[in-house]
């Protein structure tokens, strides 16, 4: 009993002060990007895809690829592209 009056009183109170309780409206896509980005969701996916890549080679393509991506590190790294240099790494 003691609980319903509370109740009962806080509903009192937010009308003696003119506040009119209000349900909450928000659209499912303003829900949904809060929870799924769809920028991080792209990078994770071309994250796998990469990996799937290098898993699926064999020690010496792999080599191949190091010696590649290493020579294209060195290249930028002489011309102080360093945001390249990471691009690099992440291709």
Do not use: F, W
Request: proline fraction near 1%; include cysteine.
């Amino acid at each position: 009993m003691k609980q319903n009056a509370d109740v009962i009183s806080k509903h009192n109170i937010t009308y003696q002060h003119h506040i009119t309780p209000r349900s909450v409206h928000k659209r499912i896509k303003d829900l949904i990007d809060g929870v799924y980005n769809n920028e991080s969701a792209q990078k994770n996916l071309k994250a796998a895809q990469i990996q799937a890549r290098y898993d699926a080679m064999n020690e010496i393509q792999l080599a191949k690829e190091i010696q590649r991506v290493e020579k294209k590190m060195l290249s930028a790294a002489k011309n102080l592209e360093l945001s390249k240099q990471h691009c690099i790494v992440m291709s």
